[in-house]
């Protein structure tokens, strides 16, 4: 076996299960990384520096292909009504099956660090096939020091092989790709797809396993900093998660996955991973620039081969077109990782029905219900056989990385809120003025000026009115927006149609809940939408 690199000699490649290895690339640096993705013809450099990729067949996430290992620890743990089960020997096939595909391979090697509290954080080590997966994790995880390399022992370990084919008759698996997770012994097998996503969620499932049994809420969430204090944005992709808060006036601790303890917000990574489609470099300025400079790694993004211009606007291979860079990209990163207790709380939605308005204050009991909620709506147009808009409900704001049951983490995010006095908004970045094909998207002016009211306590004593349909308070005038956005039924041409779609919606809430109504209290039962 040839060990090239910073190699770690307190934990050996060996105790890893590998063997008769060709070549190991052992912790290089993102330079060297870049360059070796080159030379093997993975990718393609960008004007700007960027490096360009394209994953095949996988261009997201394969939900229907994960599995968690079904055991004695993880039995009455895991929610297995929304996960789906591997034996244990199911898991042991395909991991010995693992390594003897791997024998004679190159594999390329990070030692990294999931969570930014040190008191609370995941040494993960990671193996995968090509330079440029190993390039995108280690923008995404957090590096360690050369003293932590130099001690360096995992507690997981991920191993990705885009060139693996499960058998799912010996594996228990749907098909070829499988992405298998053993939560007892700490080990993730990813493989048959080239989607390097794959990996940086791997991370995140066990972490939202590990970190509720010590009393941290694990939050598909980003977080930044301003005057006041922290905030949490919660919100599925195409809500505005990353791009509101990826805001040049605060400090940015992370777009995506973090964790809350008694140190406060912690970010789980040490990059950001931005959906690029049609991004604008007057909207979104920070994640723009990423898009233009050395080493990030650009997730099928189609570039012009003679004049290696990207064109951000192209769908063609997928509108889950993606950025992945260092938080050291974003000039107002917080480098720690870290922050105290948040102030706010912010819950996204893209509404293509219309109805919810633009933003909305929500006591404990609502932050809650639409926690558990997590909703938004699908629009025509960005997914196959989508030609209305379509409500989905995703528990947690990600429901695919949710192990346990969702009332899990609901109940200790409420019971955080109400430790810590935190003021939550829902805040709607779809439609007004009718559903999508109607109305128009709401104007990314008025959400930013509605959130720098919320965010510094200017709406905390507001006046305010009920909304009829769903319960919630909603500002009657803020500085800088068009009362007509704050009042949404009167933005519609048809007010009859706007109540006929506001009760639809409201009626949508309630069947979805009705999972959760067991396990929840009757004072959150009690908010749920009138309409």
Known sequence: ???????????????????????????????????????????????????????????????????????????????????????????????????????????????????????????????????????????????????????????????????????????????????????????????????????????????????????????????????????????????????????????????????????????????????????????????????????????NVVMDPDTRELDLDDGSLTENTRSAYPLSAIPNANESGTAGMPKNIIMLTADAFGVLPPLAKLSPEQAMYHFLSGYTAKVAGTEKGVTEPQATFSTCFGAPFMSRHPSDYGNLLQKLIKQHDVKCWLVNTGWTGGKYGVGNRMPIKATRALLDAALSGELNDADMRIDENFGLEVPISVENVDDALLAPRETWADKAAYDIQAKKLAGMFRENFAKYEDRVSDAVLAVAPKG
């Not at 992709?237 to 791009?243: L, M, P, Q, R, V």
């Open 1 to 299: 076996m040839n060990i090239l690199g910073q190699y770690t000699s307190n934990f050996p490649i060996e105790k890893s299960g590998f063997r008769n290895l060709d070549t190991v690339h052992m912790n290089n640096s993102a330079a060297q990384l870049f360059q070796m993705s080159i030379e093997r013809g993975e990718g393609n450099v960008a004007k700007g520096g960027a490096l360009v990729v394209k994953t095949g067949t996988h261009t997201g996430r394969s939900a229907q292909d994960k599995f968690i290992v079904r055991d004695a620890t993880t039995e009455n743990n895991v929610w297995w009504d929304s996960n789906k089960s591997m034996t244990t020997q199911q898991f042991d096939n395909l991991h010995e099956d693992f390594l003897n595909h791997a024998e004679n391979k190159t594999l390329f090697v990070q030692d990294l660090f999931g969570g930014a509290d040190q008191e609370n954080t995941l040494p993960t080590r990671i193996f995968v096939e090509y330079a440029w997966h190993a390039l995108f994790i280690q923008h995404l995880l957090r590096e360690g020091t050369a003293q932590q390399l130099e001690n360096f022992i995992p507690e997981m370990t991920i191993i990705n092989l885009p060139s693996f084919k499960a058998d799912p008759e010996r594996h228990g698996c749907r098909s070829e790709t499988v992405i298998a997770c053993d939560f007892t012994r700490k080990i993730v097998l990813i493989g048959g797809t080239s989607y390097a996503g794959e990996t940086k969620k791997s991370v995140f499932s066990m972490l939202n396993y590990l970190l509720p049994d010590k009393g941290i809420m694990p939050m598909h969430c980003s977080a930044n900093i301003g005057d006041e204090g922290s905030a949490v944005f919660f919100g599925l992709s195409g809500t505005g998660k990353t791009t509101l808060s990826a805001n040049p006036d605060r400090i940015l601790v992370g777009d995506d996955e973090h964790g809350w303890s008694d140190n406060g917000i912690f970010n789980f990574e040490g990059g950001c991973y931005a959906k690029v489609i049609r991004l604008s470099a007057e909207a979104e300025p920070e994640i723009f620039a990423t898009t233009q400079q050395f080493a990030t790694v650009l997730e």
